[in-house]
């Protein structure tokens, strides 16, 4: 008998800077079980980025709406990536330089706000090496695969084995 797998969404955020697209990218590499979706931002898109492929851009009244009416949240599962320090953050943001240095100085007085919210997530990981990151969110992946609520046929197969009769024991003579 074959269990199956219900699968579930796994949602990363961070303060921009900290890794999480990083992550997102290597651990897909890492799992071909693992499919990517587009996200929602209510960020400004950037110059190269493309609405639909890279995000869905969104106002926050529109972003709002759809936290209210999203149904998945006994398949969300969500991680919250830290960086190991405010310099941390402002020296990765600065050395991807896909911003400008008002708009990195921008992001960081954002960063504050966005850092207030870790605690309103299940998992929360400090990005201090990359590789120790996406190692990590992968054991999060295999540990939310094997939960109990996630494995669709569990109850009949074991049902299936109580039902089983083991062969009594042999009882050897003296």
Same mark, same amino acid.
């Given at each position: 008998?074959?269990?199956?797998?219900?699968?579930?969404?796994?949602?990363?955020?961070?303060?921009?800077?900290?890794?999480?697209?990083?992550?997102?990218?290597?651990?897909a590499?890492?799992?071909?079980?693992?499919d990517?979706?587009?996200?929602?931002?209510?960020?400004? @898109? @950037?110059?190269?980025?493309?609405?639909?492929?890279? %995000? %869905?851009? *969104?106002?926050?009244?529109?972003?709002d709406?759809?936290?209210?009416?999203?149904?998945?949240?006994?398949?969300?599962?969500?991680?919250?990536?830290?960086?190991?320090?405010?310099?941390?953050?402002?020296?990765?943001?600065?050395?991807?330089?896909?911003?400008?240095?008002?708009?990195?100085?921008?992001?960081?007085?954002?960063?504050?706000?966005?850092?207030?919210?870790?605690s309103? %997530?299940?998992y929360? *990981?400090?990005?201090?090496? *990359?590789?120790?990151?996406?190692?990590?969110?992968?054991?999060?992946?295999?540990?939310?695969?094997?939960?109990?609520?996630?494995?669709?046929?569990?109850?009949?197969?074991?049902?299936?084995?109580?039902?089983?009769?083991?062969?009594?024991?042999?009882?050897?003579?003296?």
């Open positions: 008998m074959r269990i199956e797998r219900r699968g579930f969404l796994l949602v990363l955020s961070s303060p921009s800077g900290a890794g999480k697209t990083t992550i997102t990218r290597r651990l590499e890492r799992d071909p079980k693992l990517m979706s587009v996200s929602v931002t209510t960020r400004p @898109r @950037r110059e190269e980025e493309v609405d639909g492929r890279d %995000y %869905y851009f *969104i106002d926050r009244r529109r972003f709406e759809m936290l209210a009416t999203e149904t998945v949240r006994d398949d969300l599962v969500s991680v919250f990536v830290l960086p190991p320090s405010l310099a941390a953050l402002e020296a990765r943001l600065r050395a991807r330089a896909q911003d400008s240095p008002a708009v990195v100085a921008a992001r960081m007085a954002k960063s504050a706000e966005e850092l207030s919210h870790w309103e %997530y299940d929360v *990981i400090v990005n201090r090496d *990359i590789e120790d990151s996406v190692a990590q969110v992968q054991a999060i992946v295999t540990a939310e695969r094997l939960r109990r609520k996630r494995q669709v046929g569990l109850a009949e197969f074991v049902d299936s084995l109580r039902a089983a009769r083991p062969a009594p024991p042999s009882v050897a003579a003296s």
